[in-house]
């Protein structure tokens, strides 16, 4: 497993963006899959884009397509979620997580950050 800490939350007005950071622990990273969920209150944690290791295939919720765009840096053992136009809709904790192939589902993930509050005012 690696370890994982997030970063660059924080408050934006809507229309406005954000850059996560989630760096990882570990040797092993690039062999990772890395995705990013977030959950919102009373809600459940819900996927939002993942990479594979290399870097050359992404995927995306419906609802961030063409908004977010997820990426990975091997050499500094970290992954990004640049966030543009953000929505009130997009508030909640971001997570980053690390598993071993692509999935849209969280037990598929065996390692998680702590997460990072994003909040977007109308």
């Known amino acids: 497993q690696v370890q994982l800490v997030e970063s660059g939350g924080g408050l934006v007005q809507a229309g406005g963006s954000l850059r996560l950071s989630c760096a990882a622990s570990?040797?092993?990273?690039?062999?990772?899959?890395m995705a990013w969920f977030r959950q919102a209150p009373g809600k459940e944690r819900e996927f939002v884009a993942s990479?594979?290791?290399?870097?050359?295939?992404?995927y995306y919720a419906d609802s961030v397509k063409g908004r977010f765009t997820i990426s990975r840096d091997n050499a500094k053992n970290t992954v990004y979620l640049q966030m543009n136009t953000l929505k009130p809709e997009d508030t909640a904790v971001y997570y980053c997580a690390a598993g071993s192939g692509l999935s849209y589902y969280p037990f598929e993930y065996n390692s998680w950050g702590q997460g990072t509050q994003v909040t977007v005012s109308s």
């Open positions: 570990g040797r092993t990273f690039s062999r990772y899959a």
């Open positions: 990479i594979i290791w290399s870097g050359r295939s992404t």
